[in-house]
């Protein structure tokens, strides 16, 4: 049970923020911004966020400052995540975990580096919501519940957290219902997930497939995703990463499609066979 936060006073970063939002939308506990008291580090009721010289978790102690040069680039939000076995889910469905990690351990430039663009991009991301919401967080000294920044920071803890757990179920759901075809085209061996009709189709149907796809390291294989329309009793048919040998404008002209995006990359058909739908795939090969 943790009765109190304590995290770094001074300028915020968004890990420290971050971490200190989820403990918040887990605990409800009061926030100090601070420097920790000797005793209170073997205090396992007093979470040290970002500070404190120690990542010992059994004491609720998330500092990363003293790890070694060449460790995976880690941040607080990550040790705290790691906590609540949220962490690999995190690093799965929120894509900008890792570059926060990257950004809070290596700094911009070894950021931008890694990101593959230049350090003048990566500024130009930045959002007035971060900068406020970090601007004023490190002003305080001391929140708590019904605190206006205190019940902010509550709301996206808990969007975090559900986000995650969402997905995970989404995903568990998504596994359990695709299906993989096996198709030759132009002489080619490549695959399609298809996600059939059913009760329990995800809210999203195309972006859960596609997580699908990436959590199960097929993305070198897979060319293209059929999944139920949700407007229709058809299905939707769309390239995977814009594979470039799908145009599906191709196709638009056949009397079971009733769109086709002029850009190519996907079609509705009213179509529901299998046979038909790798024939609108085939026809959209080349």
């Known amino acids: 049970m943790i009765k109190k936060i304590v995290t770094h006073p001074g300028g915020a970063h968004k890990d420290d923020f971050l971490a200190v939002c989820v403990l918040i939308a887990r605990s409800g506990a009061p926030v100090e911004r ?109 929140l708590k519940s019904g605190d206006i920044l205190y019940e902010v920071m509550r709301f996206v803890g808990e969007d975090l957290v559900e986000f995650v757990q969402t997905a995970r179920r989404r995903l568990d759901r998504t596994a359990s219902l695709v299906k993989t075809w096996e198709m030759e085209l132009s002489g080619e061996n490549k695959k399609v997930v ?61 009397e079971d499609v009733h769109f086709a995006h002029t850009t190519g990359f996907m079609c509705k058909t009213t179509a529901t066979s299998i046979d038909r739908l790798q024939a609108l795939i085939r026809g959209a090969w080349g």
């Open 34 to 142: 601070r420097v920790p008291k000797e005793d209170e580090k073997k205090n396992p009721e007093i979470a040290l966020v970002d500070i404190g010289g120690s990542h010992e978790p059994e004491f609720l102690n998330f500092d990363h400052h003293h790890f070694p040069r060449e460790h995976a680039p880690t941040c607080a939000l990550s040790l705290v995540l790691q906590h609540l076995n949220l962490y690999k889910d995190a690093l799965m469905f929120c894509d900008w975990l890792e570059p926060a990690e990257w950004f809070d351990s290596r700094g911009p430039n070894k950021t931008a580096e890694w990101l593959g663009v230049s350090r003048e991009a990566v500024a130009r991301l930045n959002s007035p919501i971060d900068v406020t919401l970090l601007r004023r967080f490190a002003r305080q000294s001391e």
């Open 194 to 254: 298809y996600l059939p009709r059913g009760d329990m189709i995800p809210e999203e149907p195309s972006a859960s497939i596609a997580r699908y796809v990436r959590a199960q390291k097929l993305e070198q294989s897979v060319v293209a995703l059929v999944y139920p329309d949700r407007r229709g009793d058809g299905y939707g048919i769309t390239r995977f990463n814009d594979h470039p040998k799908l145009d599906f404008s191709k196709v638009g002209d056949q």
